[in-house]
């Protein structure tokens, strides 16, 4: 018998905006409709240990960058018992601002993250305002200050970060975008991040406007798909269905927290 362990997993919504339909896709035909984004943090719980997917922002970047910051990160963590400053670990899928923030957040921390996005976000491309536009030097330079504390642990396509967490590059929106593979009791889950922002991305093969390389996003929604037991397996980065389909952690946090190792509780 497998003694493989399996995780819950908890996605945190931290910040929410507004914006059209027409900003989410590239080529869009749709102008009128609302389609916000939700913000996420994710925590994988087993094992006797808690890791975390990504690090959000905080109110000031929220107000900077015209998002709304609904709960703080570090407030998400404590609400599911994890104590920030006690965690060992930290996914980060890509340097984007609403992936790295709040750098003092887990002192203890290592960072995980791919070559190649450290190596993107510090070299020439960022000399183009379009490519740099989702990145924060003060982001970019805390994660290399984290380097030079013996910090950071580099990957360079897909690798274990511990037993039943994978992480596996994807690239597309970001050159070294990665995934994250979580084993669990319903079966091998995907956190995307913002390899797909909607369900819609990875359903209909549409873009993001944000992206480095459309071929690989395009493969990316291929490479989701043998990664996830099926696609109900896979957790769109920005989705605000995310908290609709899948149960609260608990009542009480119900449209903040909820729990992705269980089965979602209506269709996506
Ligand atoms: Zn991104
Ligand atoms: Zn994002």
Redesign the pocket.
Known sequence: MSTDPVYEIYAIRYAHHDRSASENFIGSDLHDVLQPLDYFVWAIVGAGNSIIVDTGFDDAMGKKRNRKLTKPVGDGLKAIGIDASTVENVIV??L?Y??CGNHELFPRARYHLQDSEMAYATGRCMCHSHLRL?FEADDVNAMVRKVFADRVTFHDGASQIAPGVTVHKIGG??KG?QCVQVQTQRGPVVLA??AA?LYQHFEENSV?P?VYCVGDVLEGYAALRKLALDPSHIVP?HDPKILACYPPARPDLKGWISRLDVKPEKKS
Do not use: K
């Open positions: 899928t890509h984007h609403d992936h989702p929106h970001s975008l991040s913002d922002h993001f944000i980065g």
